[in-house]
């Protein structure tokens, strides 16, 4: 037992230290790897196949709302970047330029995409003519730089993979309908997919998009009160195509400008994860996006026909799931250790004596429950409790969002939550930048968003006193 | 038909000009947009829907043998870069270099990985300690930067998107069998889905990977009589393992360097698949990796039934085939065209003459072949089709290739051979690397590979007459 007690140990508990814990488990389940360049991760075999499952759900998600996959250059040339005004003052500060070719200093720097705008913006130049070539609904899978001071694994790094959506439209009603519907495509695969809640809604003039008119988000609650902006969806308006002249003919026969759109995600979602569901013995994955799904530990596996049952009953669930049959010559508890850490959703221990009697043990990852089967019934008990898990870690990342969010009426009570309780706090506000900013210094608490779902707690503005606009979800936020 | 001859016409005969027949098909089949940063290329959804199937059906190859994806940084210091001397040597003078983040100049500066060994050994010298870390068999797909002087959509281009394999093995055995192996599951791979069979074998020291001890290759025959070199596979020996301290513990408690491989292919697999398949109408696609397998289109649509019934052939089709149904309001003609310039493997036409008797058209677009088919055996007959093509694609390929391989036992010959009829030619070499370079200083022709299947064709080097060691496939190369 001591080898098992040793590895359970390793991790810091999340109560004593939520970032260490996080780094802990991040190391320890074995998803990343430091790399000699700062703030860029060996993204490991672990994390990685979270990521090829996410990133193929949405993928077909995307696909099946119309949107096609291409992929653009790397390099933006600075005087590209340059040509939207907003958009370049936001990101200019962040980039990794490229000076020179081989051993010749070129003539015009070229940045490090931090995001492709200017890229798509002058290939729809090049495409839009009619409005017949509308809209254009285009998606990248890609990595992208940002040259970041301080950087963690998935929440923040200089490089990081996403996927950017950027879509060209007739009208400013069409281009509105994308934006919000890739949004609800985000909160819906987030809830559907990794079992995390989302609130959705519009980000104040102060947090949107360099170069937007409007961004939508969708907002997660960690395990440790903070939020994460998780994904968001941009509505540009014609500011983009008229710096970068992106014009079509209509129908009427006159010139219009095309109304644009870009949404993105990224493995900052496998942060999310970790953050939502972890626990003090590692990861918890949901189903749909673990790697493994099910882990056999063998019991007394030398014993004779132990190894025969558990490859007959592998055999049997990868029909319908993900299996490992854990044979390494390891312990049964420090297997059960390893697999806990890493986050498999359900183990399926198998003995000797559960041989003899025609039975096994499920145990599941989420709750640590333990459910003793027939045999005979493996397949529809194991359908059946990986579906309860998907299922009961969102109900249970639901409650503990609801739980920890909060009212308040008074600056007063809005510090108190922060310090006592930390969560979302729904307040009032009466949408002048000044009092966010207020907010900001003194609470370090910012404003996430505007939810779609607003309610009337009060008729004034928790800083200023003066007539409250909107209830505006706050929060401490990576 | 003016519109139809119009389209056709645009293209350039390969038979007059097969660079610019390539550049057109390239553009009118829609694959790529040339970008405003030099070299660099947008792949549009047609090119990327290609990449994607065919990126889907290798990657599943490799997990098949045991490999994982990883992700590893776009970033290589530039004191990372040049532990390996030959490798240093080999990618210095064609890397871009990042010397600035945001408005900060770096100590160090960090080139964009032209290829990732040196950050493979720099995770590997730490993850493998024991022999029980080993075999480490790693991929990832990712895009690399190349700074090339001149550059052709998916020939050869400063960015191109490809997967590089990196494995470390405890014995240089293993490792030798590993690089083997993957050279034929990219040459199995390019026969069964690319229907491009390759010539096996390595190359010569002259033509190896910087910093490796063998070069295996995939050598593919384009129609225009040039080789293209379509996927390579390296063994390192303890090279790599040497630089980097890349060391573990064998089982008998000694400290052992390990050995290593690297392999991969890139979207110049789609520059072959064109210069292979293509014709003087366009694409031609095999059915394994066309985006749109099968397109029907309706002829006299605005009659009642067709689109009924071209909708309920899509939805029965679409059981097994990837299917468009073309229901624009071009003429057929025109869609033909496009469709053929596409490359889509299989039309089927359907007309009101057609459903009063129960049948359809399906025309081939690799022959041109018109088969008649009762609309009750449609699923077989596209079936059938589907697999004729395919193989018929594979067979074409083979017997051009065949067909523009030749023997030559002195330089008169082997220059008669290039300037007439442009292919493969086998010839007998002594081994000496100045007789490769005097053969391409008189001919423009390079020594491909040492193919695995030798043959003994004359006793004597071609170029110098000394006792010959290998027969050599020579040819013109891209």
């Given at each position: 037992m001591a080898k098992e007690k040793k590895l359970v140990e390793a991790i810091t508990s999340m109560e004593v230290d939520f970032a260490q814990w996080y780094t802990d488990v991040v190391k320890k389940a074995e998803l990343v790897d430091y790399s000699g360049v700062r703030g860029c991760m060996v993204i490991k075999p672990n994390g990685y196949a979270i990521w090829e499952l996410l990133q193929r759900q949405l993928d077909q998600?995307?696909?099946?709302?119309?949107?096609?996959?291409?992929?653009?250059?790397?390099?933006?040339?600075?005087?590209?970047?340059?040509?939207?005004?907003?958009?370049?003052?936001?990101?200019?500060?962040?980039?990794?330029?490229?000076?020179?070719?081989?051993?010749?200093?070129?003539?015009?720097?070229?940045?490090?995409?931090?995001?492709?705008?200017?890229?798509?913006?002058?290939?729809?130049?090049?495409?839009?003519?009619?409005?017949?070539?509308?809209?254009?609904?285009?998606?990248?899978?890609?990595s992208v730089v940002r040259w970041e001071k301080t950087t963690r694994p998935f929440l923040r790094s200089l490089e990081f993979l996403w996927q950017e959506g950027h879509t060209a439209h007739a009208t400013a009603e069409e281009a509105e309908e994308e934006t919000i519907k890739m949004l609800n495509v985000y909160a819906d695969f987030c809830e559907e997919v990794l079992a995390i809640p989302m609130i959705k809604g519009q980000k104040t003039e102060k947090e949107k998009f360099a170069g937007a008119k409007a961004t939508y988000t969708i907002e997660s609650l960690m395990h440790d009160g903070k939020a994460l902006q998780s994904g968001t969806s941009h509505n540009f308006g014609d500011g983009f195509a008229k710096a970068f002249e992106i014009q079509y003919t209509d129908k009427d026969n006159t010139l219009k400008y095309a109304h644009q759109t870009s949404w993105g995600v990224s493995t900052r979602l496998i942060g999310a994860i970790i953050m939502v569901h972890g626990d003090n013995n590692g990861l918890v994955l949901p189903p749909a996006i673990a790697p493994t799904q099910v882990v056999i530990v063998p019991i007394a596996q030398h014993k004779e026909g132990v190894l025969d049952k558990a490859n007959e009953l592998k055999a049997l669930l990868s029909k319908d799931f993900r299996v490992k049959l854990d044979d390494t010559d390891k312990s049964p508890g420090w297997k059960f250790s390893e697999h806990e850490m890493r986050g498999i959703p359900l183990r399926v221990e198998l003995g000797p004596k559960d041989i003899e009697n025609n039975q096994a043990v499920l145990v599941r990852r989420d709750n640590g429950e333990k459910i003793f089967i027939n045999l005979d019934e493996i397949e529809e008990k194991v359908a059946e409790t990986i579906a309860a898990i998907q299922s009961g870690l969102l109900e249970k990342a639901r409650n503990h969002r609801d739980e920890n969010t909060f009212t308040a009426k008074s600056m007063d009570e809005f510090e108190k939550i922060l310090v006592e309780t930390p969560g979302f706090i729904k307040a009032m506000w009466c949408g002048d930048t000044a009092c966010e900013e207020t907010i900001k210094e003194k609470t370090g608490a910012t404003a996430r968003c505007i939810p779609f779902e607003q309610e009337d707690i009060s008729d004034t503005c928790i800083c200023c006193d003066k007539p409250a606009k909107k209830m505006v979800y706050f929060a401490k936020a990576y």
């Open positions: 998600r995307f696909k099946d709302t119309g949107h096609q996959n291409v992929y653009m250059p790397m390099f933006i040339p600075e005087s590209l970047l340059q040509k939207e005004k907003d958009h370049v003052e936001g990101f200019a500060p962040e980039v990794a330029w490229v000076t020179h070719g081989g051993s010749e200093e070129l003539t015009e720097r070229l940045c490090v995409r931090p995001t492709s705008e200017t890229l798509f913006c002058e290939h729809y130049s090049n495409e839009i003519q009619s409005y017949r070539d509308l809209p254009k609904l285009y998606n990248q899978w890609c």
